[in-house]
């Protein structure tokens, strides 16, 4: 942790960081009941699955929960903390059963999508105009790879943020490397069997999600519902491939995911869902959990919020600007969007009013 930070922690009266508290204050909920109807203009399919957040607008893409093969894709929620409005349904694919979307990340005006269809397809990663909502790309750019499956997507900012490997970054089920493609053009930066393999000691790679240090490039994973930390050492070169913590293993249930927050007051800290079967009846505070980049547990303070029980299938999406974190809630059919800072740093932001503020627009 930097300087900085401690010195800001100090201030807020923070724990120490190898044991923070993560304040959450709920700015809004959204309900994405109207993307599950297959009649409406903003369907994606039964259940949300991959969200992307930007501080303002919400992305999400659905899941196939219909019993046979049905369409997913994706809609925009625009000014999200405000009135709010959906937008007709775009990047549809005809989707298997019990299939869908993996996860979407947003840079800017690109926005990633990776699908999982069960097997190759060239559209497993793709990338989209976010204003225009226009497809730009599917994977390899000018010579799709089908053998490729779209497990998880988020936006590589490279060894250090910068070098030759920042783009459109995805993990393959079956694949043990890291895929770097150009985020404008979908061609792959390293040719797609080229990206350095990154599995740890076992060697499995049942990819679900994953999440990059925005200043190091560091890697951090899903697999088999296990968290896993690969360190950047160069452009195309990691190490120290470990699992952070003992998650029951899972490698059959899907919608497992991550997202790196740098918390102001806090510092940097990973949020997953801990999610090894997919029954019913799981409660909201117990699945969601975060810890540090070491994988020290870290306490959350919900600050009275309550979420009814799902099934464990959960997806996150932080903005780093407005320290805000979007939470899909699949079986209820919400999203939750969160302010993160400390309630002290909160109020060094300025954010107190903000909350109020939105909470009346909302």
Known sequence: MKTSVCMLAVVAGLAAAS????????????????????TNTNFVG???SGIAWNGTDLYVAGYNASGATANTGMAKFSNALGAGSWSNTFGALSTSNSRGFSSLAIKGNTLLAGWENGAGNVNSVRGFNATALTQSWATGGGTPDATRRGSAVAFDPGFNAGGTNVGASYLS???????????????????QNAGDIINEASGTSNWRGMAFDSA?????????????????TADNAFSNST?????????????????????????????????????????FTSVIKITDTNGVAQTINWNGFVAANGNGAYNFSFDQASQTLAISDFVNRQVYI????????????GLGGLIVARRRRA
């Open 19 to 38: 044991q923070a508290q993560v304040s959450m204050t709920l700015l809004k909920t959204i309900d994405t009941s109207s993307t599950s109807t297959n």
């Open 46 to 48: 039964s259940n949300v």
């Open 173 to 191: 089920i079956g694949s043990g490397r890291r895929h770097v493609l150009d985020a404008s053009t979908g061609a792959y930066i390293n040719g």
């Open 216 to 232: 190091t490039g560091d890697l951090y994973a899903r697999e088999s519902n296990r968290v896993f930390k690969a360190v950047r």
């Open 243 to 283: 699992i952070l913590n003992a998650y029951t293993t899972a490698t059959a249930v899907d919608n497992q995911n991550i997202a790196f927050m740098n918390i102001t007051g806090v510092g940097k800290v990973l949020i997953a869902n801990d999610r090894s079967v997919a029954t019913g009846g799981q409660i």
């Open 338 to 349: 969160f302010a993160v800072p400390t309630p002290g740093t909160a109020a060094l932001l």
